[in-house]
């Protein structure tokens, strides 16, 4: 699993997000790509980003999920959704 941080040198939040969302993908073994909007043009077309920052979770199939803005949202899908207890736990 991938994760694509899209930030720029003047965005104030996405540089004090990004040690969270750094600890996060450590966490859930996750690889990181820093992109920056003015340097890595290619991608920021490719995947619409108008918003920053914007994370991009991206799998074996393509574009799992979206986040533009704060992590606490990003925190809870990544909880949910990749926690190993949560993945192995059977309903009731």
């Known amino acids: 699993m991938k994760l694509f941080y899209f930030t720029s040198t003047t965005c104030k939040a996405c540089h004090s997000f990004e040690p969270v969302v750094k600890d996060l993908c450590q966490k859930y073994d996750i690889d990181y790509y820093h992109l920056d909007v003015m340097k890595d043009v290619k991608e920021v077309c490719k995947y619409g980003i108008l918003s920053l920052p914007t994370t991009i979770i ?34 009731a």
Do not use: M
């Not at 393509?62 to 309903?91: V, Y």
């Open 58 to 91: 991206l799998d074996s199939e393509g574009e799992r999920k979206r986040f533009i803005g704060k992590t606490r949202e990003l925190q809870k899908w990544l909880s949910e959704n990749l926690d190993p207890l949560a993945r192995s736990s059977c309903p």
